[in-house]
């Protein structure tokens, strides 16, 4: 089954609204269905990984990304953003920073640059 952009979109809000309102097995129940009907796309497995932290789950979230998403999707860079935000909440400032840098430099995605530019403020404040 394949599912069109605004659909995954749609769907990714609902995870990411069930994390916010403290619903983290819907929201991993939901972001767990998605990567099975969109095995192409980093999305679902980031929700997963947001859906960790949003738990206190943070070692999780980092073996998520770090061992599953950015294995699948080297070129991910909010994947790699999410990464570093993962690497900062373990206490890895340094590697977290290595990360962010990284990002940052490779200006491909807008979100993603966004994302780790604001944890680096936010780290050098």
Do not use: W
């Amino acid at each position: 089954m394949v599912i069109e952009d605004k659909l995954l979109k749609l769907m990714m809000d609902i995870g990411y609204l069930g994390c916010g309102y403290g619903y983290f097995k819907d929201a991993v129940t939901v972001f767990g269905g998605l990567e099975d009907i969109c095995p192409d796309s980093e999305s679902p497995l980031i929700g997963m990984a947001v859906a960790m932290i949003s738990r206190g789950q943070c070692e999780k979230a980092e073996e998520i990304l770090k061992d599953h998403v950015l294995t699948r999707f080297p070129q991910s860079d909010i994947a790699r953003s999410f990464h570093g935000f993962a690497l900062k909440i373990l206490g890895k400032k340094s590697e977290s920073i290595t990360v962010l840098k990284e990002v940052v430099g490779n200006n491909r995605d807008t979100a993603a640059v966004n994302l780790a530019s604001a944890l680096l403020a936010e780290m050098q404040a």
